[in-house]
């Protein structure tokens, strides 16, 4: 089992910037990939990026490629999502997920955090 507990969301302008933390316990993150997502007021889930286990790889949903910047310290049992030039259309509960590396579903989630971008 592991747990995830995000933290670092909050209220911020159009334009600024929040980095959130994924803390993990129960086991060592570097057996799994992990995953921000997030979900808007009436939207579907969306996964926002995703990183490989050792952190060298990694994908954006075009949609905040050269924004946002996944990354992990797995020594630290954590990943962070640092978020910069926010829009409102950034508004959403972000969370974070764990997959094992052979598996095909995340199966870990975090309760969520609250991003809310002000025009």
């Known amino acids: 089992q592991v747990q995830l507990v995000e933290s670092g969301g909050g209220l911020v302008q159009a334009g600024g910037s929040l980095r959130l933390s994924c803390a993990a316990s129960?086991?060592?993150?570097?057996?799994?990939?992990m995953g921000w997502f997030r979900q808007a007021p009436g939207k579907e889930r969306e996964l926002v990026a995703i990183?490989?286990?050792?952190?060298?790889?990694?994908t954006y949903v075009d949609s905040v490629k050269g924004r946002f910047t996944i990354s992990r310290d797995n020594a630290k049992n954590t990943m962070y999502l640092q978020m910069n030039s926010l829009k409102p259309e950034d508004t959403a509960v972000y969370y974070c997920?764990?997959?094992?590396?052979?598996?095909?579903?995340?199966?870990?989630w975090g309760q969520g955090t609250q991003v809310t971008v002000s025009s």
């Open positions: 997920a764990a997959r094992p590396i052979r598996g095909s579903e995340f199966e870990y």
């Open positions: 990183i490989s286990w050792s952190g060298g790889g990694t």
């Open positions: 129960g086991r060592t993150l570097s057996r799994y990939i």
